[in-house]
């Protein structure tokens, strides 16, 4: 951990954050859960909010995957995705899902605007983001496929999306 400069459960905890948040909207898998921790940390965001029957630590298969980020990672679980949505525009969150949608904006020409805290919803793996919590959202981003397939891993998106907000972030100084 030294060697590779990584903060302690506690560096992480204490450090400053990316302004965004993760909106887990009905995640089944536990190892998706899991995922979303590591991806979270990976990333500094400031929060997971796991919503309606989407499990929350201590799990053995969320700490499996999560490989202890469950501990560094701030989380809250809320009872419907939707309320959660709520509370956090009204905290002054951009609300995005992160869905393949009519309207939605492509991950590489996604703007983000400056001094805004973002918060990114991810779908169930099936049903993908609710209908009525699309209703409540600023925005959908969509990322660019190209095979056979519809779809990622939910996990596999967060890490995608994630990793490109916090890359714009970084070229915005």
């Not at 990114?120 to 099936?126: D, I, T, Y």
């Not at 998106?157 to 994630?162: C, N, R, T």
Request: hydrophobic share 40%.
């Amino acid at each position: 951990m030294e060697e590779m400069n990584r903060l302690s459960v506690e560096g992480f905890q204490q450090s400053t954050k990316f302004p965004l948040v993760i909106v887990l909207d009905n995640i089944r898998s536990l190892n998706n859960v899991g995922s979303f921790f590591r991806t979270a940390d990976a990333f500094r965001a400031e929060k997971i909010y796991l919503c309606g029957y989407t499990q929350s630590p201590p799990h053995r298969e969320i700490t499996r995957s999560a490989l202890g980020a469950e501990r560094s990672v701030a989380w809250e679980k809320a009872e419907s995705t939707l309320e959660a949505v709520q509370h956090l525009r009204a905290e002054g969150y951009r609300v995005v899902a992160v869905e393949q949608a009519e309207g939605s904006t492509l991950l590489p020409v996604f703007e983000l605007r400056p001094e805004v805290p973002y918060a990114f919803v991810f779908g169930n793996e099936v049903e993908g983001v609710s209908d009525e919590v699309m209703a409540q959202v600023d925005e959908c981003v969509e990322i660019p496929q190209f095979g056979t397939k519809h779809s990622l891993n939910v996990s596999v998106s967060a890490g995608i999306v994630l990793w490109e907000f916090v890359r714009k972030k970084l070229t915005e100084k």
